[in-house]
């Protein structure tokens, strides 16, 4: 508890990463309140500019926060996955069916780390790595995501 509190990048980094059980996934479900208060407080531009900032604060909380540790991607750092899962709901929407269906997407691909995700969790040991290998798994199940919706409408 002490690490935590002692800089407010490590408070942001953890959040629910601090779960006992799978805190990636529950770092992951963060993201669904925020959306909506996202969606409730702004608009498109305003949801985006938002992520965009977090990404960018996120980028600084991990990078710090593992540099503190001595592990670049702790596993209690999950701000890299609201971050990216964010980006998913904005393109999923707020139909729960479909945010189901692009969470466990997102999961799928944020846990398999497919290339490039692989190469920079392995290579990139800094707050940006940290961050962009959630991205790609964010892009990765937004395309699988498109692709199904243009299938099975």
Partial sequence: ????VSHPAHFLAFGA?????APGTIGTLVALPLAVLLR???????????????????VWAAD?????????DHGAIV?????AFLVVLFFAG???VRQAFAFLLFRLFDIAKPP???MIDREWHNGFGVM???????????LVFALWQRVFG
């Fill in 132 to 142: 962009a290998d959630d991205m790609v798994a964010a892009f990765y199940a937004l």
């Fill in 116 to 118: 490039p995700a692989n």
């Fill in 79 to 83: 701000w890299d996955e609201i971050v």
């Fill in 17 to 21: 990463g601090l779960s006992p059980v």
């Fill in 1 to 4: 508890m002490r690490f935590l």
């Fill in 64 to 72: 710090r926060t593992g540099r503190d540790l001595g592990v670049a």
């Fill in 40 to 58: 409730g407080a702004t608009g498109d531009a305003g949801y985006l500019i938002s992520v965009a900032a977090a990404f960018g604060v996120g």
């Fill in 94 to 96: 707020a139909d729960p």
